[in-house]
């Protein structure tokens, strides 16, 4: 079986433009659940405040998807890089040797 791929660029700029890239869409996705969230998350507190404002239900699913998007931040941000580019590069060099 050959190991070798063709089609990873070698050339140092070439490398450095394909992390570049996709450091870029790591943040284009990070932004996107953001905007999602926000979105869904002022819908639904209006169908709350509409519906029952007696009991704020709005906060519970505001808390559960607010703790993905926070752990997304940690992890597009590389705050708490435990499962970080690190990590990842050491998992495709781990694969690669086997």
Known sequence: MNTSHASEPQDPEAIKLAQAKAEVQELKGFYAHLSTYALVMLLLTAINLFF????????????????????????VFNIWPKFGKDWEEKQIQKRLKK
């Open 52 to 75: 029952s404002p007696d009991y704020l239900w709005v906060l519970w699913p505001m808390m559960g998807w607010g703790i993905a998007i926070i752990n997304h931040a940690l992890g």
